[in-house]
C-alpha cells in the first residue's frame, strides 16, 4: 500500500502542470478585464460580418437533410477512425482481425445500401414522382370532407 508521501513522489509534475495550467488561464482573463476595452456604445451589440451589417434575420429553416447528411457523415467518420486502429494493428491481429474488419465493413456497405435504396441521400423530390404510376390520382388531403 503506498503512503501520502509515495503518492505525492509520483504525481509532483502532474501537480505543477494543473496549478502552473490553471493559473496562466485566470491570469490571461484578469489581464483582458483589465486591459479591455469598455466601449458601451450601441454599435457595440449589432451584428457584424466583414464590414458589411446584417440584412434579416439568422433564423432561418433549414431541410432536415442536412440532418442527416450531417449524422451519415459522423458514422462514416467513426468507421474511418476504426479502420485506422485496425490498419495499425494488422499485422498483430492476422486472418481473425482481417475477418472482423471485413465484417464490419460489410455491414456499413449494407446501411449505406438501404440509406440509397430508401432515398435518404435523394435531394431532389423526383423519387417519390418515378414511384408513383403516371396517370394515377393520389389524394393528399386527409382531412374528411
Not at 490553471?22 to 483589465?34: D, P, R, S, T
Not at 447528411?69 to 477512425?81: G, K, N, P, R, W
Request: proline share 3%; with cysteine.
Amino acid at each position: 500500500m503506498s503512503t501520502t508521501t509515495e503518492v505525492i513522489a509520483h504525481h509532483w509534475a502532474f501537480a505543477v502542470f494543473l496549478v502552473v495550467a490553471i493559473g496562466l488561464c485566470g491570469l490571461m482573463l484578469l489581464g483582458a478585464f483589465f486591459l479591455g476595452g469598455r466601449a458601451r456604445a450601441r454599435a457595440k451589440h449589432t451584428p457584424f460580418e466583414s464590414g458589411i451589417d446584417s440584412v434579416g434575420s439568422a433564423r432561418m429553416r433549414l431541410s432536415a437533410k442536412f440532418y442527416l447528411v450531417a449524422m451519415f457523415f459522423v458514422i462514416f467518420d467513426v468507421e474511418a477512425l476504426y479502420l485506422y486502429a485496425w490498419s495499425v494493428s494488422v499485422r498483430e491481429s492476422g486472418w481473425v482481425g482481417f475477418i472482423e474488419a471485413a465484417i464490419f465493413i460489410l455491414v456499413l456497405l449494407a446501411g449505406l445500401v438501404y440509406l440509397v435504396r430508401i432515398g435518404a441521400l435523394d435531394w431532389t423530390p423526383s423519387r417519390s414522382k418515378r414511384l408513383s404510376k403516371p396517370g394515377t390520382i393520389t389524394n393528399t388531403n386527409r382531412h374528411p370532407q
